[in-house]
């Protein structure tokens, strides 16, 4: 199983960008719970958004209102859409998927308790 982020790139400060992972390899549909983090260069892993299987959807409060994940289940995509972007929202952002509902679907969820991780796609946010 592979989770592939695209989409990242340099931004102007005040713009929006939408990031898109896609998972591929025999999984037709991850069940249970997809999520977006980001980690800028000397800081941990921040989890940003998820998004369960019923499509309900949990933000951090440091994006509320400004990012919002969602997914498209017929080309096994989650998305991220990002606006009003600010020059520290410069970050690598992966995306991560739990394949059991043994742990809340929640971006506040230890780092280490999600099953699958992509590469990661940086996103640079210039003024």
């Known amino acids: 199983v592979k989770l592939a982020e695209s989409g990242g790139g340099s931004v102007q400060a005040g713009g929006s960008r939408k990031l898109s992972c896609s998972y591929s390899?025999?999984?037709?549909?991850?069940?249970?719970?997809m999520a977006w983090f980001r980690q800028s260069p000397g800081k941990s892993r921040e989890g940003l958004a998820t998004?369960?299987?019923?499509?309900?959807?949990t933000h951090a409060a440091s994006v509320e209102g400004r990012f919002t994940i969602s997914r498209r289940d017929s080309t096994n995509t989650v998305y991220l859409q990002m606006t009003s972007l600010k020059e520290e929202d410069t970050a690598t952002y992966y995306c991560?998927?739990?394949?059991?509902?043994?742990?809340?679907?929640?971006?506040?969820?230890?780092?280490?308790?999600?099953?699958?991780w992509g590469q990661g796609t940086l996103v640079t946010v210039s003024s």
């Open positions: 991560a998927a739990l394949l059991f509902d043994d742990h809340p679907c929640s971006p506040d969820l230890a780092t280490d308790l999600f099953d699958l």
């Open positions: 998004i369960n299987a019923d499509g309900g959807t």
């Open positions: 390899d025999g999984y037709s549909h991850i069940d249970y719970c």
